[in-house]
C-alpha cells in the first residue's frame, strides 16, 4: 500500500528565506514521488518528480527535493522563497507502473513581505 | 499552453438528483482520470480511463458512479443519486502515458460539487 505523510498542514516564511516542506512516504514497492502545487482557482500543477535517475530532483521554479530511502523522505525545499509561491503543496506517491495517485493531505505555505 | 478545463466550476445540486461534471483533456492524451477532494480531507483517486473503458477505480467509485467519453473531446462523471457525502472538490486529469514516474498527470482547476 502506498501513503503520504505532510508533517505541517501550514508553513509561513519570510520571503528571502528557505522553504522546507516536509514529506514521509510509505511504499510496499519501489515508489515514484511527486510534488505538485496549487494556486488559488487553479489546477494542480506538477512542480517536481523522482524517476530514481537522481536522488536530488530538480523541478520549476526553483524548488528541488530529495529522496532519502533511509528516511522514506522526499522534503521539497527552496533557498529564497518569493510572494508568487505562497499556494498549496502536495506530496503524491504512486506504486511504479500504477496510474494511481496517493495524495498528502497538503501543506499550505504563506509567505509574509 | 494546453490544459485541462472542467465545467462547471461550481454545481449546486439537491440529494437525489443526478450531476454530470465535464472535462476537457489536453488533445492528445490517452489516459484520463477523476479525483475528488471532501474538505479538510485527502485528494483521493477515484478511477483512471484508457480506450473507452475503466483501467482502474478504488473502493469510492461504486455503482452510484460512472465515466464516459461520449465525443472524442469530453470526458465525463456522472453520479447517479446524490448524497450528501458526495460534496467535494472533483478534480480531472489527463496523461500521454501512464504508469511510474513518467505519468505526469495533467490536472484541471477542479469542480466543487455542493449537494443541499
Known amino acids: 500500500a502506498q501513503s503520504v505523510t505532510q508533517l505541517d498542514s501550514h508553513v509561513s516564511v519570510s520571503e528571502g528565506t528557505p522553504v522546507l516542506l516536509r514529506c514521509n512516504y510509505s511504499s510496499s514497492y519501489s515508489p515514484s514521488l511527486f510534488w505538485y502545487v496549487q494556486h488559488p482557482n487553479k489546477g494542480l500543477q506538477l512542480l517536481l518528480k523522482y524517476t530514481s535517475a537522481a536522488t536530488l530532483v530538480k523541478g520549476i521554479n526553483g524548488f528541488e527535493a530529495e529522496f532519502k530511502k533511509s528516511e522514506t523522505s522526499f522534503h521539497l525545499t527552496k533557498p529564497s522563497a518569493h510572494m508568487s509561491d505562497a499556494a498549496e503543496y502536495f506530496c503524491v506517491v504512486s506504486a511504479s507502473g500504477a496510474n494511481n495517485l496517493f495524495f498528502g493531505t497538503g501543506t499550505r505555505l504563506t509567505v509574509i513581505p | 499552453e494546453p490544459e485541462v478545463t472542467q465545467t462547471p466550476s461550481h454545481q449546486v445540486t439537491q440529494m437525489g438528483q443526478e450531476v454530470i461534471l465535464r472535462c476537457v483533456p489536453i488533445s492528445n492524451h490517452l489516459y484520463f482520470y477523476w479525483y475528488r477532494q471532501i474538505l479538510g480531507q485527502k485528494v483521493e483517486f477515484l478511477v483512471s480511463?484508457?480506450?473507452?473503458?475503466?483501467?482502474?477505480k478504488s473502493e469510492i467509485f461504486d455503482d452510484q458512479f460512472s465515466v464516459e467519453r461520449p465525443d472524442g473531446s469530453n470526458f465525463t462523471l456522472k453520479i447517479r443519486s446524490t448524497k450528501l457525502e458526495d460534496s467535494a472538490m472533483y478534480f480531472c486529469a489527463s496523461s500521454a502515458s501512464s504508469g511510474g514516474p513518467y505519468n505526469e498527470q495533467f490536472f484541471g482547476p477542479g469542480t466543487r460539487l455542493t449537494v443541499l
Open positions: 480511463f484508457y480506450n473507452n473503458e475503466i483501467s482502474e
